[in-house]
Every structure is written in structure tokens, then in C-alpha cells.
């Protein structure tokens, strides 16, 4: 059995350096890349051995083969029938996990917010990327996000510059179009949100052709003091054989805050994963999300939540209803580290299993170094 697993890791992991080798030389994210190519092969591919993991079929996961993704361009009309309700002018297109200028609209935006290809952004804003990189790629221990950054293609610079309310909200719009193979898609969102600045975001996952496919995806935000976002992610009716890893990486400064919603049915695996920084005085992050799974269909929530200054505040809530043979899972930590004195921090995970061949697991997690603190965590099941 060990060689068995053995076999299928050496197997993805060749047909993943088939992928990295055949990169494109001219691109201007290649040493970043690099870096990152670096910081994957020192974790590796994680076995169900990794805690993170635990609850994740990555064995089945890993007996798959991917193909790189194909360039495609739906037609306009096909964006539009997928536009949500007052986001006609402020919706950010990705199809096949790269980012679409030529499909995206941007008129509802303010004049002075940056909307633009990674590719691009590097060219202007090098020097600011290559220092926010490189310490998120030193820092970062989740093998797959780690392969996002490396083999990536064109993904979304989005830059909120100070004192900007958009009020328009801004649906990023995925649209997948396999059809026969099974693709492995890298959508990258990387977000920069300054000083005394709200937003709203809304991401959908449309699957237009194919089956079998893995979208391994990561948004990286920061937001800088007296700023506020809302990050609503909704992934329902993706095929029964697909794979999706939504990654959040984020920080908030002093007085800000973030907030996510996260809303599916499920998949032959959905995991969603956070890591937020509370890096301010009196910033605050809370995370929402539910789940509605029947058949065979899987979700996934891994949080943590690490509290690094004193009075901020954090709330984590995920409910989960499981129907058939579904299964879910939660693991969540709250870190509270000395200096964060004064924090005011809460998680609970609810489930409710409705067949006696629904499984749902449940982890939560306090570590605290502070003495001046309020916390506390639960698990429900019904």
C-alpha cells in the first residue's frame, strides 16, 4: 500500500514538473515562480498523514492526471448571461483560471482603482509584488498554494488606492470551459486594498463544459488601515467529479476589517482554506460559511485565524447539512498570540446530518499565549 502512494505521488509530482519546465521564459513572474517552485518541492505533496489534510481523498486526488489549462474565449454573450444583479459594470472574467480583460467590464468602477493582468502589474508595480511575494511565499506551508503561485498563469492585480468606496459591488466571474480533459486550473487574485477604503466582491464558478477538472485557486488580500471588505464565495451545482481548493490568504491593518461568506453543495472535494492575520489594533475578521451536501458530494472548511495585536476581534460560524452518503469536515484554530491582549474571539461548526451514511468531522482549536482574553469554540451535531 505504501508503494502504492509512493507510485502515485512520484507519478503527479513528474506530471507536474512537466508542467513547471514547459513555462514561459518570457514571463515576467517566472522568478517569483521560481521561488515558489523552491518553497513546494521543500513541503511536498501532502498524504492524509498531514493534520491539514486529514479529512481530504488525497489519494484519489493524486491518482488523477491534469492536463495544463487550454486558452478559450466564450462569447460576450455568455458572460452576460452569467452577470449577477447589479454587477453589469464591475465584473472581473477568468475563463479556464486565467484572468479575461477582453471579457471583463469595469465602467461601473471609480476612475482610479487598478484593474489589470499580473503579467502587467509586475511591469508597474514590480517592486511592491516582489516584497509582498516574497514573504508570503517564504511563510506559506500549504503545498498547493504554493503550486498556485508557481505555475499560475495570468492572473488579477486589483488595486483599491486610499479613500475609495466602491459601491458598485464587483462579481469575479470563473468561468470553466474543459471539455473532454481533465484540467488543472489556476485562477490567482491578488488584491491591495489602501487606507480608509470599502469593497465588495463576489465570486461564482460557472461550469460550461468538462468534467474531472481541479481548480486549485488562491486570493492573497491586504487592507490597510480604516478598510473594510466583503468576500462572498459561491461554488453550487460544479460536476460530482471535480476538484476545487479555494485558498485565502489575508491581512488586516489597524481599524479594518474582512469578512467572507462561503456557500456550496459540494463536489467530489470542495475544501476551503483561510489564513488571516489580525495585524492591527482593533481589526476584526469573520468568516461564514455553509454547506448543503447530497450523493456523494464533499466539503471542506481548514481555518486559522492568528491574532497578532490587542483588541481586535474574530468570528467564525460554518454550518453544514448532509444528506446521503455526503461527508464534510471542520478545522478550525484561533491563535492568540502575547501581544494580542484584549482579543475577543468565537467559532462554532454546526451540523446536521439528515441519513445515517453522512459523515461530518468537526476540529476546533484554541492556542492562546495572551492571559487577557476572550475566547471560546464548540462543535453541534444533529
Same mark, same amino acid.
Given at each position: 500500500?505504501?508503494?502504492?502512494?509512493?507510485?502515485?505521488?512520484?507519478?503527479?509530482?513528474?506530471?507536474?514538473?512537466?508542467? =513547471?519546465?514547459?513555462?514561459?521564459?518570457?514571463?515576467?513572474?517566472?522568478?517569483?515562480?521560481?521561488?515558489?517552485?523552491? /518553497?513546494?518541492?521543500?513541503?511536498?505533496?501532502?498524504?492524509?498523514?498531514?493534520?491539514? =489534510?486529514?479529512?481530504?481523498?488525497?489519494?484519489?486526488?493524486?491518482?488523477?492526471?491534469?492536463?495544463?489549462?487550454?486558452?478559450?474565449?466564450?462569447?460576450?454573450?455568455?458572460?452576460?448571461?452569467?452577470?449577477?444583479?447589479?454587477?453589469?459594470?464591475?465584473?472581473?472574467?477568468?475563463? @479556464?483560471?486565467?484572468? %479575461?480583460?477582453?471579457?471583463?467590464?469595469?465602467?461601473?468602477?471609480? %476612475?482610479?482603482?487598478?484593474?489589470?493582468?499580473?503579467?502587467?502589474?509586475?511591469?508597474? =508595480?514590480?517592486? +511592491?509584488?516582489?516584497?509582498?511575494?516574497?514573504?508570503?511565499?517564504?511563510?506559506?506551508?500549504?503545498?498547493?498554494?504554493?503550486?498556485?503561485?508557481?505555475?499560475?498563469?495570468?492572473?488579477?492585480?486589483?488595486?483599491?488606492?486610499?479613500?475609495?468606496?466602491?459601491?458598485?459591488?464587483?462579481?469575479?466571474?470563473?468561468?470553466?470551459?474543459?471539455?473532454?480533459?481533465?484540467?488543472?486550473?489556476?485562477? /490567482?487574485?491578488?488584491? +491591495?486594498?489602501?487606507?480608509?477604503?470599502?469593497?465588495?466582491? =463576489?465570486?461564482? *464558478?460557472?461550469?460550461?463544459?468538462?468534467?474531472?477538472?481541479?481548480?486549485?485557486?488562491?486570493?492573497?488580500?491586504?487592507?490597510?488601515? @480604516?478598510?473594510?471588505?466583503?468576500?462572498?464565495?459561491?461554488?453550487?451545482?460544479?460536476?460530482?467529479?471535480?476538484?476545487?481548493?479555494?485558498?485565502?490568504?489575508?491581512?488586516?491593518?489597524? @481599524?479594518?476589517?474582512?469578512?467572507?461568506?462561503?456557500?456550496?453543495?459540494?463536489?467530489?472535494?470542495?475544501?476551503?482554506?483561510?489564513?488571516?492575520?489580525?495585524?492591527?489594533?482593533?481589526?476584526?475578521?469573520?468568516?461564514?460559511?455553509?454547506?448543503?451536501?447530497?450523493?456523494?458530494?464533499?466539503?471542506?472548511?481548514?481555518?486559522?485565524?492568528?491574532?497578532?495585536?490587542? *483588541?481586535?476581534?474574530?468570528?467564525?460560524? +460554518?454550518?453544514?447539512?448532509?444528506?446521503?452518503?455526503?461527508?464534510?469536515?471542520?478545522?478550525?484554530?484561533?491563535?492568540?498570540?502575547?501581544?494580542?491582549?484584549?482579543?475577543?474571539?468565537?467559532?462554532?461548526? @454546526?451540523?446536521?446530518?439528515?441519513?445515517?451514511?453522512?459523515?461530518?468531522? %468537526?476540529?476546533?482549536?484554541?492556542?492562546?499565549?495572551?492571559?487577557?482574553?476572550?475566547?471560546?469554540?464548540?462543535?453541534? +451535531?444533529?
Amino acid at each position: 500500500m505504501m508503494a502504492q502512494q509512493q507510485s502515485e505521488h512520484e507519478v503527479f509530482q513528474q506530471m507536474l514538473d512537466g508542467l =513547471y519546465r514547459n513555462a514561459k521564459e518570457s514571463d515576467p513572474l517566472q522568478k517569483v515562480k521560481d521561488k515558489a517552485w523552491e /518553497r513546494f518541492l521543500v513541503l511536498g505533496l501532502p498524504t492524509r498523514a498531514n493534520e491539514v =489534510y486529514k479529512y481530504i481523498k488525497v489519494k484519489t486526488l493524486l491518482s488523477n492526471t491534469f492536463v495544463a489549462a487550454t486558452s478559450t474565449l466564450p462569447s460576450a454573450d455568455v458572460v452576460q448571461s452569467h452577470l449577477l444583479p447589479g454587477c453589469e459594470g464591475a465584473c472581473l472574467v477568468f475563463v @479556464n483560471g486565467e484572468f %479575461s480583460p477582453t471579457l471583463s467590464t469595469t465602467t461601473a468602477l471609480p %476612475s482610479n482603482v487598478v484593474v489589470m493582468p499580473l503579467s502587467r502589474a509586475m511591469r508597474t =508595480y514590480g517592486t +511592491f509584488l516582489n516584497n509582498q511575494w516574497t514573504k508570503t511565499i517564504s511563510e506559506e506551508k500549504d503545498a498547493f498554494v504554493s503550486l498556485n503561485y508557481a505555475l499560475a498563469g495570468d492572473g488579477l492585480f486589483l488595486y483599491v488606492p486610499p479613500k475609495t468606496v466602491i459601491d458598485t459591488p464587483i462579481q469575479i466571474l470563473h468561468l470553466i470551459d474543459a471539455k473532454e480533459e481533465k484540467m488543472l486550473l489556476l485562477p /490567482r487574485i491578488q488584491l +491591495f486594498v489602501g487606507a480608509q477604503s470599502q469593497m465588495d466582491l =463576489y465570486q461564482t *464558478h460557472i461550469p460550461l463544459s468538462g468534467s474531472g477538472y481541479f481548480v486549485n485557486q488562491t486570493a492573497d488580500f491586504a487592507v490597510e488601515d @480604516n478598510s473594510h471588505v466583503r468576500y462572498t464565495q459561491v461554488a453550487m451545482d460544479l460536476p460530482k467529479d471535480a476538484w476545487l481548493f479555494d485558498a485565502v490568504r489575508g491581512s488586516c491593518k489597524g @481599524n479594518s476589517t474582512i469578512k467572507t461568506i462561503s456557500v456550496t453543495d459540494g463536489a467530489l472535494t470542495v475544501r476551503n482554506d483561510y489564513q488571516l492575520a489580525l495585524l492591527g489594533e482593533n481589526s476584526e475578521v469573520e468568516l461564514d460559511g455553509v454547506w448543503m451536501l447530497s450523493e456523494a458530494r464533499e466539503a471542506h472548511a481548514h481555518v486559522l485565524v492568528d491574532h497578532q495585536a490587542p *483588541h481586535c476581534r474574530s468570528r467564525q460560524l +460554518f454550518k453544514g447539512v448532509l444528506r446521503d452518503s455526503s461527508r464534510s469536515s471542520f478545522e478550525g484554530k484561533i491563535l492568540v498570540r502575547q501581544a494580542a491582549q484584549k482579543t475577543d474571539a468565537f467559532q462554532l461548526n @454546526n451540523n446536521l446530518l439528515m441519513s445515517p451514511t453522512a459523515h461530518a468531522d %468537526s476540529k476546533p482549536n484554541l492556542e492562546i499565549f495572551a492571559d487577557d482574553v476572550k475566547a471560546s469554540h464548540g462543535a453541534t +451535531f444533529g
